[in-house]
């Protein structure tokens, strides 16, 4: 009778069984894993390998040799003649070096005119009385809030004979970096429009021995 009801009564799982069932289960979730990263992996190489390569370019009778990935947009990355071009680098030159993205934008010289002429040109006219502090060796002047001028101050190296000179807008909002323009003429028929960051003001007399290299690499310089 005994007997019987042993061998009626259903048989408990055997722990180590147990630990054996998660421990698939463990490594099934962590092949899948696996999987997922391996796919988002081959999906961002193939996203940079689409931008890897040479675009070459055509501006003021200068073939340019532009690596794709410093092409701004998609658009700018077809070959052939153009009217500008649009590059994005990274640079060393933020508060101790840190790396901050410059936009240029280059254009035929006959359609830019320097920052050093528009200095004693136009921004002159334009100072008020005021001096704002700032970057060590650069003289920073508000300027009058007309002609679009608003919010907006020009700093500029007072010593040199060819100025460094920039003119920065007023952030757009609190805790945010205002934004520099400065333009420059480069080799014959080119110019080149550069767009940066307020804090990179900091290290101004760094940013053409910087930019120089890349400018070469195009044949830009």
């Known amino acids: 009778m005994r007997a019987s009801a042993a061998a009626a009564s259903p048989e408990k799982p055997e722990p180590h069984s147990v630990g054996f069932n998660l421990l698939v289960i463990a490594m099934l979730v962590a092949l899948a894993a696996t999987g997922v990263a391996y796919v988002l992996d081959a999906a961002s190489r193939a996203a940079r390998d689409s931008r890897a390569g040479t675009v070459s370019r055509t501006l003021g009778g200068t073939e340019l040799a532009i690596?794709?990935?410093?092409?701004?947009?998609?658009?700018?990355?077809?070959?052939?003649?153009?009217?500008?071009?649009?590059?994005?680098?990274?640079?060393?030159?933020?508060?101790?070096?840190?790396?901050?993205?410059?936009?240029?934008?280059?254009m035929p010289r006959s359609?830019?005119?320097?920052?050093?002429?528009?200095?004693?040109?136009?921004?002159?006219?334009?100072?008020?009385?005021?001096?704002?502090?700032?970057?060590?060796?650069?003289?920073?002047?508000?300027?009058?809030?007309?002609d679009g001028f608003a919010g907006e101050t020009v700093w500029y190296d007072p010593l040199s004979p060819a100025p460094f000179v920039a003119k920065c807008a007023a952030p757009l909002a609190e805790g945010r970096q205002g934004r520099c323009l400065r333009t420059l003429h480069l080799g014959p028929g080119m110019a080149a429009i550069y767009g940066f960051d307020a804090d990179v003001l900091g290290n101004w007399s760094q940013f053409d021995a910087l930019m120089h290299p890349v400018l070469?690499?195009?044949?830009?310089?």
């Open 111 to 146: 359609q830019v005119r320097p920052s050093s002429s528009l200095l004693d040109g136009v921004y002159l006219h334009q100072f008020t009385p005021e001096q704002a502090s700032g970057p060590a060796g650069l003289v920073g002047k508000p300027l009058l809030g007309k």
């Open 216 to 221: 070469e690499r195009i044949g830009a310089h």
């Open 67 to 106: 690596p794709a990935g410093w092409l701004r947009e998609d658009v700018d990355r077809t070959e052939g003649f153009a009217r500008q071009v649009r590059l994005a680098v990274s640079l060393p030159l933020g508060p101790q070096g840190a790396a901050r993205d410059v936009d240029i934008t280059l």
